[in-house]
């Protein structure tokens, strides 16, 4: 059975769900610890999970970047395995330098800035743009809309040289956007929740094989983690669903890990 490791730094909070959702689609996921780097190198694919690592201290993932375990994952990415790096975990991608990868030797070329309106945690929908671009996101069509929750402060992509933002947009690399619930693009406020650049929720690097995302697929993962207030087909799904066996089916964040499974040659 392939093997996800889930990385976990002081103060993450999110590496028991996202295990969990590993699991779900058949991949045997181990949480390791900012210190263990040597038992990284057996994994078949990596998750750096979301939470607050070392306080969000001069950066939200400034600090974790630095850490030695991040030169194993790099050169796990560089090798072709997989990594997704979700909500804190993808500011420690960016922080590294690997998305968006676009300069050999990861120097840090974009960063996640403050929310335009401060902390927020609230449901969004994204879009999928490209999705045979990369491993994570093959199980969605091209224009699927689908919901996830956020909780972040600082989430907005950003550059100093618009070149560089540029650059990733025309090879693809945006491949999940923030949309209004019925797939309108240039949503603006509440429905581009941070100001993101380009309504970037999720930003692949140029080989697709990782992903910085800000939302939480892990906390979408089953059905029955929807409010029932949501607009669109799944808000539709989760309030015609009343008894609880019906609702411990799959939920839209569920992709990302069998889009994953897949690849890894596991199947569903």
Request: charged share 20%.
């Amino acid at each position: 059975m392939p093997t996800v490791a889930v990385l976990a730094f002081p103060g993450t909070n999110c590496e028991y769900e996202s295990a969990r959702a590993c699991r779900s689609v058949g991949l045997d996921a181990e949480i390791v610890r900012w210190n263990q780097p040597a038992r990284l190198r057996t994994a078949d694919a990596f998750l750096i999970a979301g939470g607050f690592s070392f306080e969000d201290r001069v950066r939200a993932g400034a600090i974790a970047a630095k850490e030695a375990v991040l030169d194993e994952v790099a050169a796990a990415a560089d090798a072709g395995k997989p990594v997704l790096g979700i909500c804190n975990g993808a500011q420690v991608l960016l922080e590294s330098g690997l998305v968006p990868g676009l300069t050999a030797g990861h120097p840090i070329e974009m960063a996640l800035d403050a929310n335009e309106h401060g902390y927020l945690c609230r449901w969004c929908h994204v879009k999928t743009h490209h999705p045979e671009s990369c491993l994570f996101t093959t199980r969605f069509t091209e224009g699927e809309v689908w919901p996830l929750p956020l909780a972040h402060a600082e989430g907005r992509f950003t550059t100093r040289d618009p070149l560089t933002l540029e650059r990733a947009l025309d090879t693809g690399q945006g491949v999940l956007r923030y949309v209004t619930p019925d797939g309108g693009d240039e949503p603006g406020y509440p429905y581009n929740p941070n100001g993101t650049l380009a309504d970037l929720a999720g930003l692949r690097n140029p080989a697709g094989n990782v992903l910085a995302l800000m939302p939480h697929p892990e906390r979408a993962a089953w059905l029955w983690q929807l409010p029932a207030y949501l607009p669109g087909d799944w808000g539709g799904r989760r309030r015609d669903v009343s008894i609880r066996t019906e609702m411990n089916t799959a939920g839209p964040g569920r992709k990302i890990f069998l889009s994953l499974a897949d690849y890894l040659g596991v199947e569903n």
